[in-house]
C-alpha cells in the first residue's frame, strides 16, 4: 500500500486544491476538503469543480486500491445540495470489479452527513505498470 499512498501523495492537482486522504481500504477510500475562499463560485456556493475534485479523488484513491494501476473511462455527478462553508467529504464505495473494469459510487456529504452531490466513476485496469 505504500507505494499508492505515494502514487496519491503526488496528486498534484488534489494536493492544490487542499484535499486530504484520509483512508484508503481495498476498493473502497475516504477523502476531505475544507472550504476554502478559492472554492466559491460566482454564486457564493462552492464550485461544482471543487465538489467534482473531491469526489474524483476519492474515486482514484479507491480504483487504485488493487495492485494495478486504474483510470477513469467514464465519471458522472449529480450536485443535490448546495454548500457555503465547512468541511466536506467523499466517500468511495467498490460496486463492481471484473478483470478489465470497475465500478465506483461516491457520496460527497457535508461535516453533517447530509448528502451534497452523488458520483459515479468506471475505471479501466492498466496492469501493474506505475504502480
Known amino acids: 500500500m505504500d507505494h499508492r499512498k505515494r502514487f496519491l501523495d503526488d496528486d498534484k492537482f488534489a494536493l492544490h486544491a ?39 479523488f476519492a474515486f482514484a484513491a479507491a480504483a487504485n486500491s488493487h495492485e494495478e494501476t486504474a483510470v477513469a473511462i467514464n465519471a458522472s455527478i449529480s450536485y443535490l445540495k448546495g454548500v457555503k462553508s465547512g468541511v466536506l467529504y467523499a466517500e468511495a464505495e467498490e460496486i463492481s470489479n471484473s478483470r478489465k473494469i470497475s465500478v465506483y459510487s461516491i457520496k460527497v456529504t457535508d461535516e453533517h452527513s447530509r448528502l451534497v452531490a452523488s458520483f459515479q466513476g468506471m475505471a479501466y485496469k492498466k496492469g501493474i505498470e506505475g504502480m
Do not use: W
Open 18 to 56: 487542499g484535499i486530504e486522504l484520509l483512508e484508503v481500504t481495498i476498493g473502497g477510500a475516504k477523502v476531505k476538503m475544507e472550504v476554502k475562499p478559492f472554492h466559491i463560485n460566482g454564486v457564493g456556493l462552492v464550485h461544482g469543480g471543487a465538489l467534482f475534485t473531491l469526489a474524483d
